[in-house]
């Protein structure tokens, strides 16, 4: 018995990550001639993880960690058109269309039938309202939550305003740290949907999951038929 | 008859702009070698609006404005510690504690036991919510709305999420542009209490405003006297 679905958006409904990793290699190319990749890779990373309180997630802190890096990196040698590209980089991640996940719509307008749905995502907001307005999905969706990060505090926020008990609240992703545990550990239902490319630090958790109403499937498109075992009563669906 | 008071967050329940002339002074100083301070001034503002679009409000967006700003006004000499500090800025700007506007915290605690308050503000997701856990006035406030534009779409989006007539909905804020056309053009109602230093893009209004539900006060202690006029029904206060 569920009320609510609720999504992830990133790496869930469209390919995201990957937008991530092209900038990042151009990235590291423009610093080939100072840094080997490797290194460059684990300074970026160390930086966007001493930025992510002050910048949160989304394009323009990632822009802002880039450029802290590249200076650190080149002790202060990297030129002012160098730094302009990086920028160059922000506005064309911003403007990019991103491909759907294949099977996301499908799923989602089977589900919509039988469930209200939800969208939880972080990220900047502005940039994630654009994309789920270019992804052709928001039909589908009763809901959208935009969050500056998903912990079990903003979750059973969001619970709350909804009026939604826990164990009627389904929330699927690709993130173990971000859509799953904190959702189990409020004693909510959450489905795991392993994308190829999760960014390192979405998986880092560091207690064990609990097992109780956890479900993990390889596809979106195996989702109705996963929803039907949890929820019988999804009759509309044949 | 009102069912909701709303209130913008920057330069309304918090001093805000003058956090941004500080900085943008600084950020004068650093440029100062190379161009006067009213043609940075004015650069920057260009960058500022051009980007708008693609970063948003908000400190992060404005930092990327400020180097690209820098670069193109150096013609890329800026060097790289150069940059850092502005980035560097940007992070002393996320940390600073703002200081309340007069007489904010005393009009929410008197019209808050007479009406339900809601917070509309626009802005980086992360850093509006920090300013409004960190003002002490979250207490207050039943709804907090965070968007990434405030235009008359946003503002209907929202009285439609929380099943408000129009006519019922009371916005107050320092932005002409931002909290009072787009309220009045919904037929709701706006209280204008201007700000000393507004940012000019805030007031650039093209249309005249419509008089009708249209309120000015010099100050946020004159709220709760203008509320009983307009909505005689507050007779919790005296």
Do not use: C
Request: glycine residues 6%; aromatic residues 8%; proline residues 4%.
């Amino acid at each position: 018995m569920l009320d609510v679905i609720a999504f992830d958006a990133d790496d869930t409904l469209w390919h995201n990550e990957p937008l991530y990793i092209d900038i990042q290699s151009r990235f590291k190319k423009l610093l080939s001639s100072y840094h080997s990749s490797d290194w460059v890779d684990r300074k970026l990373f160390d930086t966007e993880m001493r930025n992510l309180k002050h910048f949160g997630y989304g394009i323009k802190g990632f822009t802002l960690s880039m450029i802290e890096t590249a200076i650190e990196l080149t002790e202060g040698r990297i030129s002012g058109g160098e730094i302009q590209k990086i920028i160059d980089y922000a506005r064309e991640m911003l403007e990019t269309r991103l491909e759907p996940i294949e099977g996301a719509e499908e799923t989602l307008a089977e589900l919509s039938q039988s469930y209200p749905l939800m969208i939880v995502t972080k990220g900047d907001l502005l940039d994630q309202e654009a994309k789920i307005a270019n992804s052709g999905l928001a039909q589908y969706i009763n809901n959208i939550e935009v969050v500056s990060h998903k912990t079990r505090e903003s979750y059973a926020a969001i619970l709350s305003k909804h009026k939604i008990e826990p164990h009627r609240f389904l929330m699927v992703g690709n993130s173990l740290k971000s859509d799953i545990q904190p959702v189990l550990e409020l004693g909510a239902r959450a489905v795991y949907i392993p994308y190829h490319l999760t960014w390192v630090h979405e998986n880092n958790i560091e207690q064990e999951l609990p097992q109780d109403g956890y479900y993990q499937i390889e596809n979106i498109a195996s989702l109705p038929e996963l929803v039907r075992k949890i929820s019988p009563n999804l009759n509309a669906l044949s």
